[in-house]
T-cell receptor
Framework: LAKTTQPISMDSYEGQEVNITCSHN???????ITWYQQFPSQGPRFIIQ???TKVTNEVASLFIPADRKSSTLSLPRVSLSDTAVYYC????????????FGSGTRLLVRP | DTAVSQTPKYLVTQMGNDKSIKCEQN?????MYWYKQDSKKFLKIMFS???????INETVPNRFSPKSPDKAHLNLHINSLELGDSAVYFC??????????????FGEGSRLTVL
């Protein structure tokens, strides 16, 4: 299972675009990149998953370069309610449950 | 309507006691899990059950005993509680197999405090 590295914390202001980058140099061929969001006193919630290039859904975009050694979660026009911890996880989908959710990136959105 | 529900939400108890946390999912998933989130916020898998069968036990002390009466329920019983057991325990479920994203659906957590 590939190890991931992401910033411990980030600050932003309402209305800004936030990009959180995750490094995963040892990503394997079968691995997908998945991001989860966790609010205080709640369990993590799946945000987005991708294998290569770009994936977009109603919540976020995920940019993955050709070498797949990193990925960037992009949150457009954040609001106060986007304040949360964001986890980057890498692994094949059938083993995703084995992944350790590390310390993640604590995003604080200020008014 | 809650997809994954666990009870109780809070549990405060003395060292040496035995306690249980219950979990139910109404998503029709085949696989359920227990995770432990410690004070540093690392969230780590403890157990995984697929169709009532244990498939993962990640070096958890045998004081922890999961039980799955059916594929929609996975309960966690803890014997002889220790201070280090204080944490938030999350139940989760997913549907594995071809075409699945492996997305984990988590409950709201059960905060256990051992005094």
């Amino acid at each position: 299972l590939a190890k991931t590295t992401q910033p411990i914390s980030m600050d932003s202001y309402e209305g800004q675009e936030v990009n959180i980058t995750c490094s995963h140099n040892n990503i394997a061929t079968n691995d997908y990149i998945t991001w989860y969001q966790q609010f205080p006193s709640q369990g993590p919630r799946f945000i987005i998953q991708g294998y290569k290039t770009k994936v977009t859904n109603e919540v976020a975009s995920l940019f993955i370069p050709a070498d797949r050694k990193s990925s960037t979660l992009s949150l457009p026009r954040v609001s106060l309610s986007d304040t949360a911890v964001y986890y980057c996880l890498v692994g094949d989908v059938d083993s995703s449950y084995k992944l350790i959710f590390g310390s993640g990136t604590r995003l604080l959105v200020r008014p | 309507d809650t997809a994954v529900s666990q009870t109780p939400k809070y549990l405060v108890t003395q060292m040496g006691n035995d306690k249980s946390i219950k979990c139910e999912q109404n998503l029709g998933h085949d696989t359920m899990y227990w995770y432990k989130q410690d004070s540093k916020k690392f969230l780590k898998i403890m157990f995984s059950y697929n169709n009532k069968e244990l498939i993962i036990n990640e070096t958890v002390p045998n004081r922890f005993s999961p039980k799955s009466p059916d594929k929609a329920h996975l309960n966690l019983h803890i014997n002889s509680l220790e201070l280090g057991d204080s944490a938030v325990y999350f139940c989760a479920s997913s549907q594995l197999g071809q075409g699945s994203t492996g997305e984990l659906f988590f409950g709201e957590g059960s905060r256990l405090t051992v005094l």
